[in-house]
């Protein structure tokens, strides 16, 4: 017979289900045992159980399907047979056989069995599961709604289902057929878009055939002079002493296949050639020979080399994040010193670029933007985390990404010092070095600017980055990125900016602005995608009101917690503005935060010189609050001073590219002041992002199309309103009026009728729109004859119009108190008899 546990489709053999492996009478009823798999009538003959065995005919089986259905009868239960050998044999009581009883108390100690937990497949032992815990006799009895209905008969676990996995293969099977599971989410993407896995890669294969520097890399590791280099035909030495300090040089490796480093390490071969020189790979004899790398030094005599790899030591000693690769070791061979590291079996993003650059003839194929950004997203954590205990990472590139599958490892910490380490040799890439290094010494900040630069050459073939554009971007009009993703551009302006102080704050700080433009650059690439939306940690939703916007309707600031007077603040509960205002300037302290609730105090007063007095003050103690100039724009806005609004709201968005608000900001200053293709762009961008935008955006869509004279985009835009936005009814009256000034004949007019359906509207409103329609479409009729189609229930045709049309004059008569009279001598004179 078959198996009675929830969701199993297997047979009872000997007693166990082939399957699940559990007795028939967990979970099932006797008569459920009992029952016929078929139509065809069946003996009560069943194989006979083997010796010490569970069998669907033990006493015991009965007794505990009793318990747990509560419905079977004395007449369904099975008849006595052999116990099991790890039952006790149990007679089912009166009451149970009588069907449904209360919930039993707790069976004393004597009593043994399986528990009756559903779920649960342990046996009592001294009175109590001995896995659940629970005492026999306490399985939950169902609860009934008010329907009827119990929570049993209301569970899907009733329901058959498709044999699926082992029920198909077999129970010889134990392994997954698919060994990678599709629900399984990437990692890198943050959610938004997908980053194709990166095959690993095996370590010995990883290995150079000719480990030899090439001579366009050679340089003097003191001087920075060419070294090493071909001349009369003669190759370069890769040994020697540099022509200009007379400092030794050397480019070949210090180890061989088969030395023993530190007692420990077996030396496989080369891996690659770095900036501090050779990096190899070996094995760990100590721990299960598994893979490591050993970093040596580009020259052993050299002071700087050997200093910094004994501060990375120092420092990477620390480091545990599983974004960053982990030092094991730093240990010394024939006096050179190297430093132990996790062998990380994946692809650089260089390499991943050279590969798609190969692929595509030679020419250069930069990484799909919202890839691009998801790389940088994914490692930015482990930026925070050395800027948190005061570590600058200094050499950031592509080089120094790996992918593994479907994670990262920031590789290659050589660069590595402490923030206020003055005296140690500074390490950059020309291109990606930010141009205070010199001069002030590596930052956050500068950090920041690699990072910058790294995404830059992700996204773009970036010409002249390391010669033209060493410290800046190239123009938007020669930049097809610029042009295509204006919120990057803005992003990547920011975090190279040649005044350190104008970069963002931390990686914290880019790492949500960048979200922003991955979910934007997302949400442009894949167009008609449900959107979801994306709480701002700066700014509030917009609210909508009607097709209108003022400065009530944009987003607020969002309070900063972490100011000192937030609590104060919070306990402030005054609508009065002036009020509120004149208790904001008694606050204990003038915090930052203390400043934006005047200037919004301000702002609702309508007091606009002293809303100016506050924002300049403010931006007098810090000229990087952004807040202030929103606060500025916002007045200005009050104030139709247009043009002000678009330059404060512009300069918000620079300083936070990933947010929405100052786009919609900037577009509504941008329609009022002349600008209305950039003004559609940014609509455009805040409609296909975030869900809360949709409205407010796709009004100020339907305004700039209708301003130029494009209706049909303007019903498109329209079109976007979701039904659950409260202005829903004011979009669809905007529709209708569009689709009716198109002038498309009876097929817009039928539109334009079906447009405010289910719509609500004030009294008299709808019977008016109706007259509307129904007079344009009987002038239709009249002039170019009936069609086959209906205009407000109605077939397009002279009689049929004229009855609809008196109909609509009647009953906008019982709301127009005015126009009565002249109403119904309207419906009079359209009346089909009045014209035979």
Known sequence: MRCTQPGCTGDIVDGYCMICGMPPSMGASASQQAAPQTSVPQTNASPSPKPNSPSSNSPSSGSRAQQVSGSASSQSAAPAGPASGRMSTTTPSPSSQQGPSPRPGPTPTKVKGRCTMPGCGGEIRDGYCDICGSPPGTAPSPVEDDAGLSSVTKASSHIASTALGSSIVGTESTRRIREASRERSARIGAGLTRVPPAPAVDPEKAMMTDPVVPERKRFCPSCGAKVGRSREG???????????????????????????????????????????????????????????????????????????????????????????????????????????????????LKDLLKDRRAKNNGIYDPLPVDQAIAYIVEVLPAFQYLHEKGLIYCDFKPDNIIQMGDSIKLIDLGGVRRLDDEDSAIYGTVGYQAPEIARLGPSVQSDIFTIGRTLMVLCSEFRGYQSTYEFSLPPVEETPLFQENDSLYRLLLKCCAPNPADRFASADELQTQLMGVLRETVARRTPGTALTSAPSELFEAPVIVNDSVDWHQLPRLRPNTSDPQHSWLSNIDIDDPANK??????????????????????????????????????????????????????????QHRWHDAMAAFNAVYGQVPGELAPKLALAVACENAGEPEVAEGLYLACVSTDANYVTISAFGLARIREARGDLKKAVSALDMVPTTSRAYAEARRSRSRHLIELGEGLEGLSKAMESMQGVRMAPGEREHFEVTVLEQALAEVLHHGPQKIEISGYPAEEKQLRIGLEKAYRRLARHEEERRVELIDEANQIRRWSLL
């Open 581 to 638: 205002l004149s208790v904001l300037d008694g606050a204990p302290e003038d915090t930052e935060e203390v400043w934006i609730a005047r200037c919004a105090a301000a702002l609702e007063l309508g007091d606009h010189r002293r809303l100016d007095q506050l924002t300049r003050s403010l931006l007098h103690l810090n000229p990087w609050e952004w807040r202030a100039v929103w606060m500025q724009g916002l007045g200005a806005m009050a």
């Open 234 to 348: 003669r190759r370069g030495r890769t040994t020697g002493f540099c022509a200009s300090c007379r400092n030794p040089f050397s480019f070949d490796p210090q180890l061989k296949a088969g030395d023993i480093v530190g007692n420990q390490y077996e030396v496989a071969g080369c891996l690659a050639h770095g900036g501090l020189g050779w990096i190899y790979l070996a094995r760990d004899k100590n721990v299960s020979d598994r893979w490591v790398v050993l970093k040596g030094l580009l020259n052993s005599g050299d002071a700087d080399a050997l200093a910094s790899a004994i501060a990375e030591q120092q420092f990477l000693a620390q480091v545990e994040h599983p974004l960053i690769v982990e030092i094991y070791n730093f240990v010394t061979h024939e006096g050179a010193g190297y430093i132990v590291m996790e062998y990380v079996g994946g692809r650089s």
